[in-house]
């Protein structure tokens, strides 16, 4: 009898360990995923909605509208998993229960494009820098993309430095001509996603408090074909370090009446014709 009542005692300890490990905070259930990562037609994608407090096991399926076409989610997961098939924008709810059967629901709207053109762009700092500056350069939608080129426009007193190869193990070569540093590269990786990745790092040495105000022009191809070219302002030009020193000028109260009347004097002189006076 004693044996029997040291078991049960037992098996109630562990029931309640074990139910005690199961539960979380005693809050209901809710959604810490929002919003849904880009999706494009044709490129696989895979996400998981993320829950906190409630108790698990969870549980997902759609209870209004539906997911785009061509993704669903697997049999007690919490993914959403599969390759887009239609160009649309789609709405639908999600609900999640929980072991204790309280549940939560979550609205989403995403819109499902074509693959835009590929693109490369250059991170240049958005700050005045000082000394050797190591730039990324990125592709984006790059799937395709086979080779590159990149020119960028260098000022006079900014010194290259240094190439190096990242995502896709690029080979370069580069020159400085009429102060455009031309980077001509090849992939010997292929690009396996059409997210951003960064193919390469440029080291640039600038001189101090220098802030990058040129631009990048750029073609990419796959074999001998051209899939987009153009030009990308990196940063808008800057105001010279001169122009704080204006406000100082305010002290002489003559100055801001004077810009009015530059343009009077000119008009003066034409009232001076005595020609009436040859008649």
């Known amino acids: ?18 139910n005690n490990n199961n539960a979380a905070t005693g809050e209901t259930v809710r959604f810490l995923t929002t919003n849904l990562n880009p999706m494009f037609v044709g490129e696989p994608f895979s996400q998981d909605i993320q829950v906190t407090s409630g ?7 759609v209870v209004r509208g539906a997911l785009p076409t061509g993704l669903s989610i697997p049999k007690g997961s919490r993914q959403i998993t599969g390759t887009p098939t239609e160009e649309k924008t789609f ?13 939560k629901v979550q609205d989403f709207k995403v819109s499902v494009a074509k693959i835009p053109p590929a693109l490369l762009v250059w ?7 000082s000394g050797e500056i190591k730039i990324p350069f990125v592709l984006q939608y790059a799937k395709k993309v086979k080779s590159f080129q990149a020119r960028v426009a260098m000022a006079n007193n900014v010194k290259f430095v240094k190439l190096e190869g990242a995502t896709g193990r690029p080979i370069f070569i580069s020159s400085i001509k009429d102060n455009v540093l031309r980077i001509d590269g090849a992939l010997l990786d292929a690009i396996t996603t059409n997210r951003e990745v960064t ?13 990058f105000a040129g631009n990048i022009g750029y073609d990419l191809r796959a074999g001998g074909k051209r899939l987009s ?19 100082t000028t305010p002290t002489a ?14 008009s003066t002189p034409p009232i001076t014709p005595p020609a009436g006076g040859t008649k």
């Open 55 to 61: 108790t698990r096991p969870f549980s997902l399926r």
């Open 229 to 247: 070219t153009g030009v990308l302002e990196i940063a808008k030009p800057i105001t010279t370090p001169t122009a704080p020193v204006t406000p």
């Open 91 to 103: 709405e639908f709810t999600l609900e999640v229960n929980d072991a204790n059967l309280s549940n």
């Open 123 to 129: 991170k240049a700092p958005p700050t005045a820098v």
């Open 199 to 211: 193919v390469f790092y440029l080291t640039l040495e600038a001189p101090k408090d220098y802030k």
């Open 253 to 266: 109260p003559v100055a801001p009446t004077t810009p009015t009347t530059p343009t009077p004097p000119p």
């Open 1 to 18: 009898m004693r044996t029997s009542l040291s078991l049960l005692m037992f098996s109630g300890v562990a029931l309640v360990a074990c």
